[in-house]
T-cell receptor, first 114, second 108 residues
Framework: NAGVTQTPKFQVLKTGQSMTLQCAQDMNHNSMYWYRQDPGMGLRLIYYSASEGTTDKGEVPNGYNVSRLNKREFSLRLESAAPSQTSVYFC?????????????FGEGSRLTVL | RKEVEQDPGPFNVPEGATVAFNCTYSNSASQSFFWYRQDCRKEPKLLMSVYSSGNEDGRFTAQLNRASQYISLLIRDSKLSDSATYLCVKAAGNKLTFGGGTRVLVKP
């Protein structure tokens, strides 16, 4: 049982390039989230999906797009990467609704934009 | 002001000692609180929930003070393996807000 799986784990991009971060969960959860983590800033919510076919903006959505392809998969796309998007990205899925507080995280994707 | 604030530390703790640190929050209506642990270059993992009456999980004690709007985490008999960053989390409905984390270093 893998839980939440993210790919790639590391990526270096040049400014203006595009890429997609993939996330899949095998826990049959409805909700999925994308966070970014920067030093001293904590985790900030980029986008979330409460169920298959729905997505909503979080705290810092600018520069990103998402797709909830099916119940298992939730991808995050950077259409034109900027140095300010250098960060560690985490995909997460809550056990039973986020107010239980238990999020299962992927291992993270470390992105550097030059 | 950030919704959830933490002292970034680091808190340097001798092995076997007790360490405690707080997290302050704002916008306090109808919320739940949690502590997560994050090891270096790893993903966060839930450590424990925080209840109004206070709660313990082994060597860890969490407290919530709604009047003063802070939560605390106390670690007794610190182990080297307790070295990590501890993230304070506020949950309201589907929204989780994370603090920046408090780094704890336990030294022999």
């Amino acid at each position: 049982n893998a839980g939440v799986t993210q790919t790639p784990k590391f990526q270096v991009l040049k400014t203006g390039q595009s890429m997609t971060l993939q996330c899949a969960q095998d826990m049959n959860h409805n909700s999925m989230y994308w966070y970014r983590q920067d030093p001293g800033m904590g985790l900030r919510l980029i986008y979330y999906s409460a169920s298959e076919g729905t997505t909503d903006k979080g705290e810092v959505p600018n520069g990103y797009n998402v797709s909830r392809l099916n119940k298992r998969e939730f991808s995050l796309r950077l259409e034109s990467a900027a140095p300010s998007q250098t960060s560690v990205y985490f995909c997460a899925s809550p056990k039973v609704g986020a107010n239980t507080g238990e999020l299962f995280f992927g291992e993270g994707s470390r992105l550097t934009v030059l | 002001r950030k919704e959830v604030e933490q002292d970034p530390g680091p808190f340097n703790v001798p092995e076997g000692a007790t360490v405690a640190f707080n997290c302050t929050y704002s916008n306090s209506a109808s919320q739940s609180f949690f502590w997560y642990r994050q090891d270096c270059r790893k993903e966060p993992k839930l450590l424990m929930s925080v209840y109004s009456s206070g709660n313990e999980d082994g060597r860890f004690t969490a407290q919530l003070n709604r009047a003063s709007q802070y939560i605390s985490l106390l670690i007794r008999d610190s182990k080297l393996s307790d070295s990590a960053t501890y993230l304070c989390v506020k949950a309201a409905g589907n929204k989780l807000t994370f603090g920046g984390g408090t780094r704890v270093l336990v030294k022999p």
